[in-house]
Nanobody
Framework: QVQLVESGGGLVQAGGSLRLSCAAS????????MGWFRQAPGKEREFVAI????????LYQDSVKGRFTISRDDIKNTVYLQMNSLKPEDTAVYYC????????????????WGKGTLVTVSS
């Protein structure tokens, strides 16, 4: 099992940047694909980005391509989401998730979830 704790959320103006972090427990972090999802008020949770176990494959939701970057540090057992050029519509609770399956996709069901961190983008 793996436990996930997100951090780095906050209030930022439109056009600004934030970096989210997700720290994972356990000694098998490198065996998990890691993803970021978000849930805006009144909406369903949606996929944002995912990175493969090797870090060699990354996938993004179309609306964040070119603005967000997912990365991982297997020494620190941490996955990051660098968010640039933020828009008010990026306002949401952002969740980190993990899954041990070898093939990743934009609609895969993840096994493990963090509790989320709130990102608010003001206009």
């Amino acid at each position: 099992q793996v436990q996930l704790v997100e951090s780095g959320g906050g209030l930022v103006q439109a056009g600004g940047s934030l970096r989210l972090s997700c720290a994972a427990s356990g000694r098998t972090f490198s065996s998990y694909a890691m993803g970021w999802f978000r849930q805006a008020p009144g909406k369903e949770r949606e996929f944002v980005a995912i990175i493969s176990q090797s870090g060699g494959i990354t996938l993004y939701q179309d609306s964040v391509k070119g603005r967000f970057t997912i990365s991982r540090d297997d020494i620190k057992n941490t996955v990051y989401l660098q968010m640039n050029s933020l828009k008010p519509e990026d306002t949401a609770v952002y969740y980190c998730a993990a899954d041990s399956r070898a093939t990743i996709s934009t609609n895969m069901r993840m096994n493990y979830w963090g509790k989320g961190t709130l990102v608010t983008v003001s206009s």
